[in-house]
T-cell receptor
């Protein structure tokens, strides 16, 4: 699976959009981009995933560049409860086995 | 949505004893389950892949005789930490894959070995 690079930490004001970048320059054509988050002392929570097209669900939007070498997770209106570590993971196919976690981005939402 | 539970949520044991952690998929059958551990302020580290009815596949550097994994049914996998030592103190998290390929994580079990 391709490796990802994320900033170590980011801050965001409550109510503003949080834009979390991820670089995956070695991604292969059949690898998806997945985002999970982990709130302190809990298990990871699935957020969103995509292959080529931008995706949106009730939690977030995922913007993937045309060359697929990077992506951005957007939380449109961050709340204090969005404070967590966000992990960007790339892997082959929807049903593939392993999820390998990198170091992630620690997002701190402040009042 | 799909739910994965773990039991216990936290456990304290004495050095040299064994501890069993259960992972259950509550509303779906999980052909594959995964075990991770996480040390403070670190990321999740995959320990092993557990397939129902077969032996687990361990990641490099994980001692299979120390971390016994059993996946006896499609809804239950267990991780037993044998002869636990203080350095085994960690947050253990399981994950399960549903038939549609969705991946769900348990809430984690915090193990403290004294």
């Amino acid at each position: 699976d391709a490796k990802t690079t994320q900033p170590t930490s980011m801050d965001c004001a409550e109510g503003r959009a949080a834009n979390l970048p991820c670089n995956h320059s070695t991604i292969s054509g059949n690898e998806y981009v997945y985002w999970y988050r982990q709130i302190h002392s809990q298990g990871p929570q699935y957020i969103i995933h995509g292959l080529k097209n931008n995706e949106t669900n009730e939690m977030a939007s995922l913007i993937i560049t045309e060359d697929r070498k990077s992506s951005t997770l957007i939380l449109p209106h961050a709340t204090l409860r969005d404070t967590a570590v966000y992990y960007c993971i790339v892997r082959v196919g929807v049903n593939t086995d392993k999820l390998i976690f990198g170091t992630g981005t620690r997002l701190q939402v402040f009042p | 949505g799909a739910v994965v539970s773990q039991h216990p949520s936290w456990v304290i044991c004495k050095s040299g004893t064994s501890v069993k952690i259960e992972c259950r998929s509550l509303d779906f059958q999980a052909t594959t389950m995964f075990w991770y551990r996480q040390f403070p302020k670190q990321s999740l580290m995959l320990m092993a892949t557990s397939n129902e009815g077969s032996k687990a596949t361990y990641e490099q550097g994980v001692e299979k005789d120390k971390f016994l994994i059993n996946h006896a049914s499609l809804t239950l996998s267990t991780l037993t930490v044998t002869s636990a030592h203080p350095e085994d103190s960690s947050f253990y998290i399981c994950s399960a894959t549903d038939p549609q390929g969705g991946r769900y994580f348990g809430p984690g079990t915090r193990l403290t070995v004294t």
